[in-house]
């Protein structure tokens, strides 16, 4: 049964599979070397559980994906105040790898842009760039849940043909944001871009974001919630560039792209996203990543506005009335990752029951794509020799002219004697 969530992660990635929109990065030939037609996708559950298609366990490098993350170890290391005195948090309109300050602060306009990202790490307290970095790979390998290493190819072009971020460093440490030595900064933060994640990577590294600074697979508490609150705000209004209003509006979840094909995005509470796709639009987006994000969204009801409450509490009880019959009782909103939950859980349990019985009549509000996977959950029982009823008084999962209605009833006490009468019918037929 976890199988349908699968195949629906499955779908959304042949739906884009055949799309070659975008350019390969090509400032440095390690990124334009890559195999172009690359695409992979990994989705984590809130609780860790990881689902995988296409090419989740290519690695490439994180690039820009990582200023998030050094953002947020700076919140940690030295505290709001102190970022704040030299990074902004105001989308900047300009390209990732604009020569800019905010004309009045004279402080980089956010972290997400070089020059703010390139000043996060300068605020990284380290005796030498070799401690700084040692912090900083530790920090997103905590995130990830295994230590992450260093493309050394990419990192030495990076060095090679780093002028514009040279650039940016002199003219942080004119302004004063930075007080090290530029190209000791920026040593760190060529390497700390050319770290090595997959799809996969970057799912678990979202869902510890989701899960506010908890890795859910560790169990590891890596950060703490004011600084995931912080970085999530800044990954919304700055993550996608200059795409941002229209990110918010079409995707809505705190998300970051780089220029090595890879995106994270986060839904709050719920979970991690990590897609990997290497061409890129004009702004250096995955143009592949970009349209799974929105595809994912649209269809299972991802956007962050609407997911405000935390489905983390959907399955309230789980009991057996009779041997053999099992109720899974939901309460709350019942949206794309609790129903998730609810079908990994009955399947998980599969051995223990022979009819499931799904009570959602105390749910408050159940969308399109949690009412589909509910109503597949049945139709899987049923191929796998079981039989699953549900208890939905006021219609909320099974329509009166769905196929599936024969198994609906109004109340667990008629639930349960159907799920008698199909036991003992079952045990004659044997
Ligand atoms: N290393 C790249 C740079 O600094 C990262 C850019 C990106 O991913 N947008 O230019």
Redesign the pocket.
Known sequence: MAGLVQRYLDRIWREHAGCDDGQL?D?IPELADVDPDGFGLALSSSDGFIYETGDAAVQF???????PFTYALALEMVGPEVVDASIGVEPSGEA??EISVDPLSKTPKNPMI?AG?IAAVALIPASSPEERFALIRDWYSAFAGRQLELDEQVYAS?KAT?S??RAIGYMLQSFGVLDDDPDAVLDV??RQ??LRVTATDLAKMGATLARGGVNPQTGRRVSNAAVVKRTLAVMVTCGM?DGAGDWVSAVGMPAK????GGIVAVLPGQLGIGVYSPRLDAK?NSVRGVRVCRSLSEQLGLHFLTVARDSRATLRAVYDPEPGIRVYEAHGDLLFSGAEQVIRVADRERDAFQVAILDVSRIDDIDDAARALLSGMAEELRSDGKSGFVVDPDRSVIRADSALDASRFASVADAVDAARLWLDAARRGR
């Open positions: 990065a400032y490098t994180i690039q820009s994906i990582s200023k990732f790898n070089n990202a990076e780093g514009r971020n933060y060529y871009c050319s560039y792209s780089g220029v090595g250096g």
